[in-house]
């Protein structure tokens, strides 16, 4: 058997006989026990550091029978006087984000058509940006203006997008118009693209490595004992030909499994594991990478998942060392995704980055209900690649559009030579995934962000036979999993969808509903006075559990700003 390192936190007994992980007590124990009837509670006393990135949860309260409980439950002919409970949701106290790291961008710039008609960019399938902010939501917090990437929010959410033909393109690219709630002058652009699906007597064999952080700051309920119940629930999904490794680090990096298909020994390995010690994060990814490769499957998935806190301490002390390793193990044909928990430490900043420069996605688990739908429902597009390096290039007619933006997606542009240069690196595309980009543009005549140029109209009036049946010119490269070369698709939106634009309903109106609640949590002010009111009418009241939740986190931050209600 390959090496078996002592793992902080990890005892050698735990890793060989699987003995299942010591309790943990938490603060809602003794907040349930309270005595009754309650009362309000005297100031706490100072707390630790530590004690105060915890999240105290009350689960409810025992109403006794005197005269200051609530009304029995039961009816008045009823003589039993043993006590009453009633349920009362939990109340989370928002926990300081602390030493969290964002690397957020400035919202992307007005461009001038005539000036910069092309606008070229990487796709981008990550989605942990909005599941982060409603992490910060539902703990009563306004997030970090950096943590939000409006992309991802838009990405989270799936739309009515047409099924590609056939395989032998891997994704569909279908575009409409819309006039803009929150500006009168200017309408929005919006391209979608859907990959085709992956039934699953069709993946692939994956070699899977479970790279999981057993360090000391792993050891709140909402980290290890979630990376468990999140991992667990992927076992659950594999297939007779899939293989699954664990690797963890804490002090030093060890391998706790082999590679197995048995469900039973994966769940039992991921039982053992207890969180303590320091990180050597770097260790760890290198012994990850080294099972991986051991392992390959050609023709095959081979893939690291990554489930930390992104708190590296020990081991890779340099974050370009760290690049470096992965993007040449990258080249080899092993992807990584990593998975990001918790609060208080969580390096979100280097989550996504070594996500990007590893050809996986990277997603923020907040519950067992969001690791279902990223490791469970989405399994297909969160680990089986089916194009990647896709690009997106957009020209748009200087002669039908004077002024341009792109809603998100800043930290993803390119330059517009790398559209074409096939050794630049881009986003891959999951079976079954979905990329929306929405532009919001200003149609020639009207008035816009930017004042005229003195010297535009002569510009202007130069221009030649201008096409006017076009609006704008879409360009879209990518290459097969297996290949070096891209391929090209290309698209015109004409000048009728400039001239039809109505305002936005069901599907569209919704992604205009999540490109605006997150330029707003940004402070975008090119939002005008649109507010969370109207974002909240926009989105509508009904679809699926997601989108439901969507429109009450749009009324939780109105609340967070003081914003009148309906």
């Not at 559209?419 to 079976?431: E, K, L, R, Y």
């Not at 015109?492 to 330029?519: H, I, K, M, N």
Request: proline share 7%.
């Amino acid at each position: 058997m390959r090496f078996m390192a002592s793992v902080a936190g990890v005892s050698m007994a735990a890793l060989l006989g699987g003995c299942a992980a010591g309790p943990n007590g938490t603060a809602s124990d003794d907040i349930a026990s309270a005595p009754t009837p309650p009362v309000a509670a005297a100031p706490p006393p100072p707390m630790s550091v530590a004690a105060s990135r915890s999240q105290i949860t009350v689960t409810g309260h025992k109403i006794g029978g005197d005269v200051s409980a609530p009304a029995p439950l039961v009816s008045s002919e009823n003589t039993d006087t043993s006590p009453v409970y009633r349920y009362f949701p939990p109340v989370i106290i928002a926990a300081d984000p602390g030493r969290e790291q964002y690397d957020g961008e400035e919202v992307s710039p007005v461009k001038i058509a005539a000036a910069e008609p092309l606008s070229t960019f990487s796709v981008d399938v990550d989605t942990g940006a909005y599941a982060n902010t409603r992490r910060f939501l539902s703990q009563g917090q306004k997030p970090p203006r950096a943590a939000v990437r409006t992309e991802e929010m838009i990405n989270y959410f799936r739309y009515d997008y047409a099924k590609p033909a056939d395989r032998s393109t891997p994704f569909s690219v279908n575009t409409d118009m819309a006039l803009t709630p929150w500006n009168e002058n200017t309408r929005l652009l919006r391209i979608g693209l859907r990959g085709y699906d992956l039934p699953r007597e069709d993946r692939p064999p994956a070699n899977l490595v479970f790279l999981m952080d057993v360090s000391g700051s792993m050891g709140s309920p909402d980290k290890l004992p979630l990376v468990k119940t999140a991992l667990a629930g992927l076992a659950s999904e594999l297939s007779p030909q899939d293989k699954v490794s664990i690797v963890v680090y804490a002090g030093a990096a060890g391998l706790v499994l082999e590679p197995t298909n048995d469900e039973r020994q994966i769940r039992r390995a991921l039982g053992s594991l207890e969180a303590g010690g320091s990180t050597a994060g770097g260790a760890g990814i290198q012994l990850a990478y080294q099972i991986a490769e051991d392992n390959m499957i050609d023709g095959g998935v081979n893939r690291v998942i990554l489930a930390t806190d992104g708190d590296f301490n020990v081991g890779l002390r340099s974050q370009e060392a760290l690049i470096e390793l992965i993007e040449k193990k990258r080249d080899t044909g092993i992807t990584l995704t990593t998975l990001g928990f918790g609060t208080g430490n969580y390096n979100e900043a280097l989550m996504e980055q070594i996500a990007n420069h590893g050809n996986g996605n990277y997603a923020y688990i907040d519950s067992a209900l969001e690791a279902k739908k990223v490791l469970g429902d989405e399994m297909s597009s969160t680990l089986f690649t089916i194009a990647k390096d896709v690009k997106i290039q957009v020209e748009f007619n200087p002669a039908m559009v004077s002024q341009y933006r792109l809603i998100g997606y800043e930290n993803r542009a390119l330059r517009d030579e790398d559209f074409n240069n096939d050794a630049v690196d881009a986003g891959d595309i999951g079976a079954g995934h979905q990329v929306t980009a929405i532009y919001e543009i200003v149609p020639a005549g009207q008035t816009g962000w930017v004042s005229p140029r003195r010297y535009g109209a002569a510009a202007s009036a130069k221009m030649e036979n201008p096409n006017i049946s076009e609006v704008a010119y879409i360009k879209l490269r990518y290459k097969m999993p297996d290949g070096e070369t891209s391929k090209l698709i290309d698209t015109v939106v004409p000048a009728s969808a400039l001239r039809e634009a109505r305002s936005p309903r069901g599907d569209f109106a919704f992604a205009t509903a999540v490109a605006a609640f997150g330029q707003k949590l940004r402070a975008d002010p090119l939002l005008n006075d649109y507010g969370f009111g109207e974002i909240k009418t926009l989105a509508g009241g009904s679809g699926d559990y997601w989108r439901q939740e969507f429109v009450r986190l749009a009324d939780v931050a109105q609340s967070l700003r003081g914003e009148p209600g309906e």
